[in-house]
């Protein structure tokens, strides 16, 4: 049934209900059979579905799989290692109890998570106050870290070719609407608290992710 | 561009976008970067146009894929360990991978502390829960009856009929599905819904353009009857609201502005 014609909960009900299998994908029969078999081969969707079943195995492989880059996220976002610690359990919490909400056709597994990362690490941000004074879009990052969309850096086995295309299509753009796409979605930034690190009108920042997300789009499409 | 109130104050509806304007905040709306007036306002349009919404989709897509290229970084040690404990009620540890087999590519074992259990650690441990949970529910309505403040009913339903008191669900936002906050329906006659949107109104009142009031409650049963209460979420973010005795079940709740946009809703 439909939750008041709000597609985003899918129906699929607002909280996972543990030790009842999930029907993800109609890929439910592979659940319980890689373990023999290699877990580690195992597609995402189908880790998803094992891991909100609770199988312990699923949900070390799940969380192994992922833990690094949902901590890379949650660390970019907030500069500190400790938040980024719980910013990162909440997000795998948090892909627990809504696995069943999850729609294949809608995005990958790891898009999925990282969007839940990226959404819990805002949260955390705005609730302690945190105003990053500290933020400099063109200046070097002291944790580090950088954006990875350099061909020539080394790509982790299940960073395959949707990232390499991602990296190249997001190279494309200009280097403003570049700058302003990643500060809103990887530095988790809001429109406002762009226009004022980048010290621009808050209208051109308005633009530059408009029109940088239209033209990732477009390459991505391109791309495909 | 901003969309405005018609009526301003805080009830006011707003005025309806066309095409063109929500072309220029589809990208915002689609990284989750509008809140309060704009953001209801694209989401009234896109109920009812299938071509804008189409095109968020894809921008929202887009936005998804850019997540892909955040930079990985090792988490502190016993970070799995800790996500496991948070998963299982009573941070049940994993025994060693055994059947898990080597990871392709990896000759280390990252945490070699820890591992997985060779069964479904936290779902027995649920099951055990949720038929306690059961037992002293239907404990509880007998011990209501006993105390002589409900009717027949509650007597019946403890001896012949046992059901949880309760049913508990997480409200989640309409865009990105963040946890905002619970509900709780009480099975009672007249059932009673409580909601807690605590933390989620103290996030609210920092906003720069809070969305309109006021609050309202929407309920659907799972015989498609509706009724809508009004909040006072303001003022008590924890309320109890009675709703219309007998009736069927409820099936689902959602808490909408004063424009009657749903900022959250849970399925019961």
Known sequence: ?224 | MSASTSGGGGGGRFRPLGCDEVKDLGAEFALGLLDGADRAAVVAHLEGCRACRSQVALLAEAGEQMLLVAPSAEPPPGFEQRVLDRLGPQGVRPRPMSRLGPRPGRTRRRNPGLGASSGRWFVPVLGVAAVMLVVLGGAAAVLRAGDGDGTGNGREVAGEHPQPERSTARLLSSHGQRDVGGVVIFDSDPRVVEVDMAEWMERVAGWDDPPPGPWTLAVERADGSREQHILALADDPRPRIPLQSGGAPVASVAIQDGTGHVWCSATL
């Open chain 1, 1 to 224: 049934m439909a939750a008041f014609g709000v597609a985003a909960f899918g129906g699929r009900g607002a909280g996972t209900v543990p030790g009842v299998r999930s029907d993800l994908s109609g890929e439910s029969g592979d659940v319980a059979a890689p373990v023999e078999t290699g877990m580690w081969d195992v597609s995402d969707e189908a880790l998803l579905a094992g891991y909100a079943t609770g199988d312990a195995e699923m949900a070390v492989v799940f969380v192994r799989r992922f833990q690094a880059r949902v901590f890379g996220l949650a660390l970019m976002i907030t500069r500190d290692r400790t938040e980024a610690d719980e910013v990162a359990q909440d997000a795998f919490v948090r892909a627990w109890r809504y696995a069943r909400s999850f729609d294949a056709r809608r995005g990958t597994v790891s898009g999925w998570l990282l969007g839940i990362t990226r959404n819990a690490a805002v949260d955390r941000m705005r609730m302690a106050g945190n105003r990053r004074e500290r933020f400099d879009l063109r200046g070097p990052d002291e944790l580090g870290i950088d954006l990875a969309v350099d061909d020539e850096a080394p790509l982790a086995a299940e960073r395959h070719d949707a990232l390499a295309q991602v990296a190249r299509s997001l190279r494309s753009l200009p280097d403003p609407q570049r700058e302003a796409l990643v500060a809103v979605t990887l530095r988790g930034l809001s429109t406002r608290e762009y226009a004022e690190a980048a010290e621009i009108p808050l209208g051109t920042a308005k633009t530059r992710v408009r029109l940088g997300l239209r033209r990732l789009r477009d390459a991505l499409e391109v791309e495909a």
